[in-house]
């Protein structure tokens, strides 16, 4: 018998305090992303671009269900969360106002490879495997969309690699 079952479910243990923080936290930044996505949605022309966004969108929606699930029944209050944003129309937005393509790329790789890094630190303090399992679906998931958003940053030119480091033999 472990030190923290009482029998083989998981569910029946207690989330810790960084459990629930993680699980929180992670609530309020999808939330944020949510209607940021939103608003960059419409400021995209690129057809390909913005069906990620969308993909994007659902993932945090469907994670954000799960999450809210978990913090309900453990008797947490559910962070704010912002009020959808409208659909505009790209050609109302004036030029000097609107996110370029390769931008809202950059934007959504950079939250990605921020949402695999919370995702594996959420992973390595679970000690409840429901909950590191339930953030190991949550990385793979973030992981196939970031490789999607790197194969379109390529073949749009819109990737900016840092130096490369070329050995030069003397």
């Given at each position: 018998?472990?030190?923290l079952?009482?029998n083989n479910?998981p ?7 960084g ?10 930044g ?15 022309g ?7 966004l ?8 469907q994670?954000n ?6 913090l ?13 944003r ?36 959420a ?14 679906q ?16 390529k ?9 490369l ?6």
């Open positions: 018998m472990g030190i079952r009482s479910n569910k029946d243990e207690p989330l810790h305090y459990e629930i923080f993680a699980i929180w936290t992670h609530v309020l999808n939330n944020g992303l949510i209607a940021a996505y939103q608003t960059l949605y419409n400021h995209t690129d057809q390909d671009l913005a069906k990620l969308e993909e994007a969108i659902m993932g945090a929606e994670e269900q799960v999450l809210k699930d978990i309900k029944i453990n008797g947490v209050a559910l962070p704010p969360a912002p009020p959808e409208p659909v505009a129309r790209i050609e109302d937005i004036p030029a000097g106002a609107k996110f370029m393509d390769p931008e809202i790329s950059a934007k959504l790789s950079a939250d990605i490879a921020a949402g695999l890094v919370a995702c594996s630190t992973m390595g303090m679970s000690t409840r495997e429901d909950i590191a399992f339930m953030y190991g949550f990385h793979m998931a973030k992981a196939q969309l970031g490789g999607k958003l790197l194969r379109l940053n073949t749009k030119g819109w990737l900016i690699p840092p130096p480091h070329v050995s030069h033999q003397a």
